[in-house]
């Protein structure tokens, strides 16, 4: 499985940006995906995740202003980010949990299996 996330950047503060990952089309239709930050020195956080229903999850840090999608015919999981803080500055990772289509867990992300090689997100 091979996740290639894309879509990172810098913003200001308040600003906007979309991630994308993507992935095949029986990763995403089927189990549960999810976004993770890390920063330098901190441990890895759960963002948002999706079951396979389309159902989403959020960190509560996120709550309100971030939100996880996806396209199954495309096939490709989204994160809209917006009103950025400079606390959300991080590397961004896409995740896949081949283990579970439902119930989908965040935090450390260790149940995800696969994992892309991260994007940058840097808030100012």
């Known amino acids: 499985v091979q996740l290639v996330e894309s879509g990172g950047g810098s913003v200001q503060a308040g600003g906007s940006l979309r991630l994308s990952c993507a992935a095949s089309a029986y990763t995403y239709r089927y189990h549960c995906m999810g976004w993770f930050r890390q920063t330098p020195g901190r441990e890895r956080e759960g963002v948002a995740a999706i079951d396979r229903d389309g159902t989403p999850r959020y960190a509560d840090s996120v709550k309100g202003r971030f939100t996880i999608s996806k396209d199954n015919a495309k096939p490709t999981l989204y994160l809209q980010m917006n009103s950025l803080k400079p606390d959300d500055t991080a590397m961004y990772y896409c995740?896949?949990?081949?283990?579970?289509?439902?119930?989908?867990?965040?935090?450390?992300?260790?149940?995800?299996?696969?994992w892309g090689q991260g994007t940058q997100v840097t808030v100012s």
């Open positions: 995740a896949a949990d081949l283990s579970r289509g439902t119930y989908c867990r965040l935090g450390y992300g260790s149940e995800y299996n696969y």
